[in-house]
């Protein structure tokens, strides 16, 4: 089983930048460096939606189209920690924001998820 906790949601204004960071468990056979990871986000009355993912190695990365060029994902497996920098926020970034582990890059991975840290961007 693997355990993922997110962290550094916050409330931010447009422009600003926020870097979410999720931690695996700290159970040497959970290291999350054993899967693809992915961010994934949640507004109010909608569905949850696909926002980045990452390859085992970092060496492969995706985006949503609709934060390209805004947001990077990135990982490092030593820390057992993936991050999320996003850049240039809007007010539509405003969501609960998941991070999800998986053993699979494509479809972006779902099996594990962390609980979600509230990010909210204020015009």
Avoid: H
């Avoid at 931010?12 to 986000?41: E, H, K, P």
């Amino acid at each position: 089983q693997v355990q993922l906790v997110e962290s550094g949601g916050g409330l931010v204004q447009v422009g600003g930048s926020l870097r979410l960071s999720c931690t695996g468990s700290a159970r040497t056979t959970d290291n999350i460096s054993r899967y693809a990871m992915g961010w994934f986000r949640q507004a109010p009355g909608k569905e949850r939606e696909f926002v980045a993912k990452i390859t085992t190695s970092g060496s492969m990365t995706d985006y949503v189209e609709s934060v390209k060029g805004r947001f990077t994902i990135s990982r490092d497996n030593a820390k057992n920690t993936v991050y999320l920098q996003m850049n240039s926020l809007k007010p539509e970034d405003t969501a609960v924001y998941y991070c999800a582990a998986g053993r699979t890059y494509n479809p972006p991975p779902r099996n594990y998820w962390g609980q979600g840290t509230q990010v909210t961007v204020s015009s």
